[in-house]
């Protein structure tokens, strides 16, 4: 009877088994470090976009605001600017204001009537004076309600003879209010629907 020994072939058989697995193992690690390094770097290019997409926007919002504060800047100015314009136009407009009155007086005020004064308040005006007779003051009255710029036309009093230069006069005072749109239609303000405001 032969004898058969299995103990080389099974030491054989054991080894290639351990090499295997060993072989297995070092491919696994190796397979496992390779993708963690390519996730590791795609992670970190990722990562490196965004910071400079990050860069980018800080930048542009950078910029932008600089942008907002040259803008706030501007209109700071502007505004300023055009309270000043407005504060010419305001003292130019009571200039001419003034100025138009003065003129309008001569042609309401029929010979025979003296003005010996003029008070103004606002848009209010009041003259004090004499006249040579009453028909001359209802002509006058009548020339001031007729006047488009005049409103509000009031005769206070009439005092009568009243001895003026050794003569005997009537004295009167007369109120009116004048219509700047109507008396300087060519200076006076639009209406600016920024600022809502009307003259």
Partial sequence: MSTINLLPWREHKRRYHRQRCILLLTCAVLFGYLISALIERYLAAEMTRQ?????????????????????????????????????????????????????????????????????????????????????????????????????YVEMHSIVHDRQRFNNSYQAFELSFQVSLNRLLPEMTPRNDPKKGGSQ
Avoid: C, W
């Fill in 51 to 151: 910071l400079q997409r990050l860069d980018y926007l800080q930048h542009a919002i950078s910029e932008q605001r600089q942008k907002v504060n040259r803008l706030s800047d501007v209109m700071t100015q502007y505004e300023e600017f055009d309270d000043r314009l407005e504060y010419i136009k305001t003292l130019q407009l009571k200039r001419s204001k003034t100025t138009a009155v003065m003129n309008l007086i001569p042609m309401l005020v029929p010979q025979g009537v003296y003005i010996d004064k003029i008070r103004m308040r606002g848009d209010r005006f009041k003259l004090s004076g004499i006249s040579e007779n009453t028909a001359l003051l209802a002509q006058m009255l009548e020339r001031f309600e007729r006047e488009l710029a005049v409103t």
